[in-house]
Every structure is written in C-alpha cells, then in structure tokens.
C-alpha cells in the first residue's frame, strides 16, 4: 500500500508543473538511497597520509522514513564515528521532490540543530527506530534557506549541488560566507564534498580537499 501511494504522489508532482522528469527516473533515485554505508575502502587508501588529511572512518545509514511534516519522500541520515561507541556525528532528513522549473530532483536540506542536544539525543538511532521522528517538523530544524541541492541525470549516476551563493550565513567571525556542497549518487556509493566560501568566490573554509566516499554495503529497509 505503501508504495502504491507513493506512485501516486510521484504521480501527483508531475502532474504540477511542466518540463518534469519521468515518474520512473524519480522512482530510481529515491530507490538509490537507502542503505547501510561505510567509507572503510577509502580511509584504508588513505593510510599512508597525514593524520590531518584522512577522512575519519565513518558509518552512515540512510532510510525512508514517515514524517509527514517533511512531506512523502523524507530521508533520514545519520553519520556515526566507525569505531565503538559510534557516536552520532552527523544527522540530517533530506525531503525530495521534483524541481517545478527545471525538472531537476531537489533534496531540501534539514539539518539538526547543535544547540538542541536533547533533541539529538532523542532521535539519535532514528534509523533503527523511525518513529522517533514522526513528530518532527521543518521548525525544529536549524534554519538552512537557499540550501537545496538539485540533481541531474548523468552516466549511471546522479549528481546535484546547491545554488552557490544561495546558502549564505555569517561564519562565527561575522564574515559572510556561504556553503557549497557537491554531491554525487550510484547505486553503490554516496560521495560530498562540502566547504564554506566568502561571498566573492574565494575559500574561507574547506571541510576537507578530498571527496567523502561511502560505499553502500546492503540495502536500507524504512
């Protein structure tokens, strides 16, 4: 029933705007998302670098969820340190839909507040245990506006990235900065690259000079 309904709301997109891509193309990449993924394979080629150059070996599991204030397509991430305790590091819910005027796929960026840690703690393991976030809303979300990444069909991959300029905030020094993230999606990998840049172009921070690299090791169940 489930996925019946989520036909229909695809469905429904569509039918609302013009130049929209094809229910099945859209079927596809949400079916790609779910799953259970590490970046072991990279961080092992990475050994013979700097400490300061590695990627941190990190779990991440990504699944469908029900919370309806985000709409029918809302994902739930969480990053964990890969090393007991596996500690959350990371947690986001990206809530998709098709791009009314491009026709593009459109991951709408909700990202969990730092200054809410009984809220992490509360949903921490969502993934396990989905209804922990049935109640959530956007409003309990730190506020991201311009933040959105847009997906393009390419070779046996989708890839998107935001708006740059769009994503704009002060950094903690008061410069105006924006972030800039780059994304990349196959059926066996989720690859960022993420960084912060003043307003004129020029790097303020990097979050790092290399690409994250998850590999998906099975399929993700909601």
């Keep these: 029933m489930r996925s019946l309904l989520r036909v229909c709301a695809v469905w429904m997109i569509v039918a609302s705007g013009s130049a929209l891509a094809a229910p099945a193309e859209f079927q596809t990449f949400l079916d790609w998302w779910p799953g259970d993924y590490d970046n072991q394979r990279q961080a092992q080629s990475e050994i013979q670098l700097p ?109 998107g990235n935001m708006k740059k300029g769009d994503c704009a905030f002060p950094a903690p020094d008061g410069t105006p900065i924006y972030s800039w993230s780059q994304m990349k999606l196959t059926p066996d990998t989720f690859s960022y690259l993420d960084g912060w840049y003043r307003m004129d172009g020029s790097p303020y921070r990097k979050m790092g000079e290399l690409w994250y690299v998850f590999d998906k090791q099975r399929p993700g169940t909601p």
């Design 51 to 159: 400490p300061a150059d590695r990627h941190t070996p990190t779990r991440l599991f990504i699944r469908l969820v029900d919370a309806p204030a985000f709409g029918p397509y809302a994902y739930y991430a969480e990053w964990q340190d890969a090393a007991p305790p596996h500690k959350v590091t990371r947690q986001r819910i990206y809530a998709f839909s098709i791009d009314a005027g491009t026709g593009k796929f459109r991951l709408a960026l909700h990202i969990f507040p730092n200054d809410r840690p009984e809220l992490v703690a509360r949903t921490s393991g969502a993934h396990l245990d989905p209804g922990k976030l049935a109640a959530l809303t956007p409003a309990d979300m730190a506020g991201v506006k311009g933040c959105d990444v847009f997906f393009a069909s390419t070779e046996s991959a989708y890839t």
